[in-house]
């Protein structure tokens, strides 16, 4: 089992900035591949950075330039940077570990997002609210 726990969201106005950490417990050495997902109100989960165990990362258009996803494998820590924030970015935003390793490190080799339902352990989710 492995535990994730997200922090670091808030409150900014558009084009500010904001560093979400999430950090992995207990049984962690076989997450080859974790991410950041999204989710708004009416909206579907969708995914903003993946990692693989290697450091390659993926990104949609919609965050390409402007998140950058980042990993600590000796601490299990996952960071993902923001910057630039616009309105549009306004959700809880969730940190995701993947057990199995292989579909998911696949999509990220392929530069495609990973969809939500390929990972195993969630976070609670911290809210991330840009105003105008």
């Known amino acids: 089992q492995v535990q994730v726990v997200e922090c670091g969201g808030g409150s900014v106005q558009a084009g500010g900035s904001l560093r979400l950490s999430c950090v992995a417990s207990?049984?962690?050495?076989?997450?080859?591949?974790m991410g950041w997902f999204r989710e708004a109100p009416g909206k579907v989960r969708e995914g903003v950075a993946a990692i693989d165990s290697a450091g390659r990362t993926v990104y949609p258009d919609s965050v390409k330039d402007r998140f950058t996803i980042s990993r600590d494998n000796a601490t299990n820590m996952l960071y993902l940077e923001m910057r630039s924030l616009e309105p549009s970015d306004t959700a809880t935003y969730y940190c995701a570990a993947d057990s199995a390793g292989g579909v998911v490190a696949s999509y990220v080799l392929l530069k495609e997002v990973p969809p939500p339902y390929l990972f195993d352990y969630w976070g609670q989710g911290t809210q991330v609210t840009v105003s105008s």
């Open positions: 207990g049984d962690t050495h076989n997450n080859a591949c």
